[in-house]
């Protein structure tokens, strides 16, 4: 017994995992997951929007300030702003360059001023996330405000999606010289420095574990299938802990 105590000890430790917690991917091919930006400038007003966004959260609804853990993953490549030719430009090594940065992501690492640290079915939770953001090969610390929903499942809920269901919605600014990019004098005026970016999603856990390291550990609940957060394709050679889906690549 005090070996096993002390071995669900050291995997804890290991993984950095709340073993409580509910690991909710979202639905990269529903369109309606997405994030967007908009750049407010003198001359022109631009709004850019990227559907189908990848995302994963790993948190307990009975205190979501244990140690949640959660990855947000924008195609850049898929913005459109709606004039072909400006998304060109947008995606072209003098702006956001896709094709050596081809996403923008946040990670999560805490949540912090919780308006209540459980999640109670159908009620709103407003809260700040702490993590980092990277875009165009720069990662900053931030604090995004946010708004977390839980959905027990229920008939209504089944016609989105099976499972209990999490939507959270964010919203941010950033100064994109803080990432590197530069505005083209051509461009001046148009483009402001400041940009508003907005995620929203929802996310099942149906497909999810409650005990997302467990199935690592030296039960095997999965049959040696290491895929506690239920990604379909998941490149477990490519992971620095393939119990932490949510987490950073080293």
Same mark, same amino acid.
């Given at each position: 017994? @005090?070996?096993?105590?002390?071995?669900? +000890?050291?995997?804890?430790?290991?993984?950095?995992?709340?073993?409580?917690?509910?690991?909710?991917?979202?639905?990269? !091919? $529903?369109?309606?997951?997405?994030?967007?930006?908009?750049?407010?400038?003198?001359?022109? @007003?631009?709004?850019?929007?990227?559907?189908?966004?990848?995302?994963?959260?790993?948190?307990?609804?009975?205190?979501?300030?244990?140690?949640?853990?959660?990855?947000?993953?924008?195609?850049?490549?898929?913005?459109?702003?709606?004039?072909?030719?400006?998304?060109?430009?947008?995606?072209?090594?003098?702006?956001?360059?896709?094709?050596?940065?081809?996403?923008?992501? /946040?990670?999560?690492?805490? #949540?912090?001023?919780?308006? *209540?640290?459980?999640?109670?079915?159908?009620?709103?939770?407003?809260?700040?996330?702490?993590?980092?953001?990277?875009?165009?090969?720069?990662?900053?610390? #931030?604090?995004?405000?946010?708004?977390?929903?839980?959905? @027990?499942? *229920?008939?209504?809920?089944?016609?989105?999606?099976?499972?209990?269901?999490? +939507?959270?919605?964010?919203? /941010?600014? #950033?100064?994109?010289? $803080?990432?590197?990019?530069? #505005?083209?004098?051509?461009?001046?005026?148009?483009?402001?420095?400041?940009?508003?970016?907005?995620?929203?999603?929802?996310?099942?856990?149906?497909?999810?574990?409650?005990?997302?390291?467990?199935?690592?550990?030296?039960? !095997?609940?999965?049959?040696?299938?290491?895929?506690?957060?239920?990604?379909?394709?998941?490149?477990?050679?490519?992971?620095?802990?393939?119990?932490?889906?949510?987490?950073?690549?080293?």
């Amino acid at each position: 017994m @005090k070996n096993k105590l002390n071995a669900m +000890v050291l995997l804890t430790v290991l993984f950095g995992a709340n073993l409580f917690a509910q690991t909710f991917p979202a639905d990269s !091919k $529903d369109g309606r997951n997405q994030a967007s930006f908009i750049s407010d400038a003198p001359f022109e @007003k631009i709004v850019g929007l990227s559907s189908g966004l990848d995302a994963m959260v790993m948190i307990n609804k009975d205190d979501i300030t244990a140690k949640p853990m959660g990855k947000v993953k924008v195609s850049i490549e898929n913005i459109k702003t709606g004039i072909d030719l400006r998304d060109e430009h947008l995606r072209s090594e003098n702006w956001l360059n896709a094709g050596k940065f081809p996403y923008a992501e /946040f990670h999560l690492m805490g #949540i912090k001023n919780a308006s *209540s640290n459980k999640l109670e079915d159908g009620q709103r939770v407003k809260a700040e996330l702490i993590g980092t953001f990277s875009v165009h090969g720069v990662t900053k610390d #931030i604090e995004v405000p946010a708004t977390l929903t839980y959905f @027990k499942e *229920s008939a209504r809920t089944k016609m989105k999606a099976p499972g209990n269901l999490l +939507v959270a919605n964010a919203e /941010f600014n #950033i100064n994109l010289s $803080d990432f590197g990019i530069k #505005i083209p004098s051509m461009v001046m005026g148009k483009v402001n420095e400041e940009v508003k970016i907005t995620a929203n999603f929802v996310a099942s856990d149906a497909n999810g574990s409650m005990n997302p390291c467990n199935p690592c550990g030296p039960n !095997k609940m999965m049959k040696g299938k290491c895929n506690p957060c239920g990604m379909k394709k998941m490149d477990h050679k490519k992971m620095a802990n393939p119990c932490n889906p949510c987490a950073p690549k080293k």
